[in-house]
């Protein structure tokens, strides 16, 4: 599933993971239109924050290899 934020960020915004499942994936994506000071904050079920985006951002995160949390697998620029 992708996560898609397109409208400006007037605060932080969190993504919360479900509880790591082998084989299960997510995108979170961060278009150029959510400008603003806000950050997108991926975090673990815990709500511990492993990444963080920016406008024109996206990472992909997956279930490390014992699947007992999420691990960033890949991050870039929509730019």
Do not use: H, M
Not at 11 to 30: D, E, K
Not at 59 to 64: K, L, Q, S
Not at 74 to 79: V, Y
Request: a positive charge; glycine letters at 8%; proline letters at 8%.
């Amino acid at each position: 599933p992708v996560q898609l934020f397109e409208t400006p960020l007037t605060t932080n915004r969190g993504v919360r993971l479900p509880v790591a499942t082998s084989g299960r994936t997510f995108r979170i994506v961060r278009t150029a239109a959510a400008t603003g000071s806000g950050k997108i904050n991926v975090q673990q079920p815990n709500s511990t924050v492993f990444v963080q985006l920016d406008p024109a951002e996206w990472a992909d995160v997956a279930p490390n290899s014992d699947g007992t949390a999420w691990v960033l697998t890949a991050r870039g620029s929509l730019a």
